[in-house]
């Protein structure tokens, strides 16, 4: 080592020079942001010998900085940070990197208290860039002697910190793209591929907490799903399941609504969260129409897999709603509460097979005409008055293409 370079100070050079190139290509390929950090340190430390690596991160919104790294040769966390604000202002507010082999000698600084506080002998400081964009900045010194640092050490040093920066913001992007793929992956799972793209471009929010809301909210449950299922293997019931709720769950997306939940073999779906149209009864009406055309389809490909047949019934009512991000600290999910989803999961219950049953609230939203029969008020639990309902007369409709979604609808005659 030192025999070499001293007989032979260009091979050394060499040397020192090859292995700068391996450590910054090592660098450039890590895409995580800590494991990033530590090994920057562990170079610093390899190639210049300093006592402690310092790597502070700037906090864009809040304009300030917190520490990414804080380590000593042995490996030890530095409990207290003192650097000097001097140093830190010059190198970020001139984007330069710093060497100085004495503080106490280099006439460029005049000596602070936070200078003298820091306790550094000899630095090599760089800010961490992107571009133009300030990452962080990289902190490197010794506190216990003053350090003749050679001058070919600010480039290598300049260099390492350059490359890092580089995949710092590279590690950061893997990351908000890995984190918004789980975010639509989650969100595509009760909303419709349009209000997902909405959500994930900030033109929707779904914040937490709760907000009230009108809404249409539908309830669709099997009829005779019991009596089907003991005569079917436990893998023939929850492939049964499976084709049900995709078809369903497929209809309430090309309407435009929202899968609010699954409640054994019943589905919930709204309308109007997390954005509202002046369609959504409308939509939530067509769903429901559209949703036993499609059970039609379903019973007879269950009869070609030698499957038993089902039935369902629809309920739908319009009204207030709280919405938002419900549930615990450990588990939340983004969901509508309130007497509006009481009162519709109390409709469907009074359907039979076949049935798409709407409250009046509904069908005063509707904004275009759909063939209903008045049905005798029921009485529901907490409700004084009656509710009128209405039943869809399937028999007065036809399918028709509508401009408003991809298949086919009924409409009125």
Known sequence: GEELSAAHPEAAKLARAHRALELTAALAGIQDQDQLLESLARDLFEMFGVERVV????????????VGLARTRDGAPIEA???????MRKVIGERLSLVTS?????GRFVPSGSLLASGTRSALVSPLLCGEEVLGLVWSDTVSDARTFDEGDLPIFSGLVGVAGVSLANARLCQRVATEARARSHLSRYLSPELVQQVMDQKVSMQMGGSLADATVLFCDMRGFTAASEKASPEQVVQMLNRYFGRMVEVVFRNGGTVDKFIGDAIMA???VPQARPTDAFAAVRAGIEMQRELADYNRESLALGLPEVAMGVGIHSGPVVAGNIGSPRRMEFTVIGDTVNTASRVESSTGAGDVFLTKETLGRLGRPIPVKALPPIKVKNK?????LFAVDFGQLVRTPDRLTTGKIL???
Request: charged share 25%; aromatic share 6%.
């Open 55 to 66: 790597v502070l991160l700037r906090e864009p919104q809040l304009r300030t900085f917190t």
């Open 81 to 87: 940070l003192n650097l000097s604000r001097t140093l």
């Open 102 to 106: 004495d503080v106490s000698l280099d």
């Open 270 to 272: 709204v309308w109007g």
């Open 384 to 388: 004084a008055v009656p509710l009128e």
């Open 411 to 413: 409409v009125p005659k």
